[in-house]
């Protein structure tokens, strides 16, 4: 594919963007508007636990992604022209660990803070990240033909679920 200005997307550019955005508003993003309820105990407490349960496995999944991508590494869903097809590790249980990780941390997040807000981002992170998954896979089973079988093995997101 020719080096084309980053701004025209046809590397997926513009769902990096997307995404740069919504991790804005996770980690610093207003947490509740007028006239949404708080959180009262019990569930503040059950959000507490569940939130560092979620983020704790994700942060393991998406730091497992990065390590067993090694130079395949990019934030862009257009793979390298060097690249190679990773199934090992992280891979042979989910086909996009470094989204799943994300989103269980985003929802872990929101969790973790109570906020209604938050948990509608992550919800937004979670559509953005299997719209984007979509795109970069076709361009995946262009480079490699095996992909198709890997897809039909391994759940796309979230490992053993989605």
């Not at 997307?9 to 949404?36: C, D, H, K, N, S």
């Not at 969790?111 to 953005?128: I, M, R």
Request: charged share 15%; aromatic share 14%; glycine share 12%.
């Amino acid at each position: 594919m020719d080096k084309a200005p980053w701004w025209r997307g046809t590397r997926g550019e513009w769902y990096v963007v997307a995404q740069a955005v919504l991790f804005v508003l996770i980690g610093v993003g207003p947490r509740t508007l007028p006239g949404l309820p708080t959180w009262a105990p019990p569930w503040t407490t059950i959000g507490t636990w569940l939130g560092l349960a979620l983020m704790l496995p994700g942060a393991a999944l998406s730091i497992g992604g990065v390590l067993k991508l090694g130079k395949n590494l990019t934030p862009l869903p257009y793979p390298k022209d060097n690249s190679e097809l990773v199934e090992q590790g992280p891979y042979a249980i989910v086909r996009h660990p470094i989204y799943g990780g994300l989103i269980l941390g985003a929802f872990g997040w929101g969790l973790y803070l109570h906020a209604w807000v938050t948990l509608g981002f992550a919800a937004l992170l979670f559509v953005l990240f299997d719209i984007k998954s979509r795109r970069e896979e076709r361009w995946l089973i262009e480079r490699f033909p095996e992909y198709s079988e890997y897809c039909r093995r391994v759940k796309k997101l979230l490992p053993w679920v989605y």
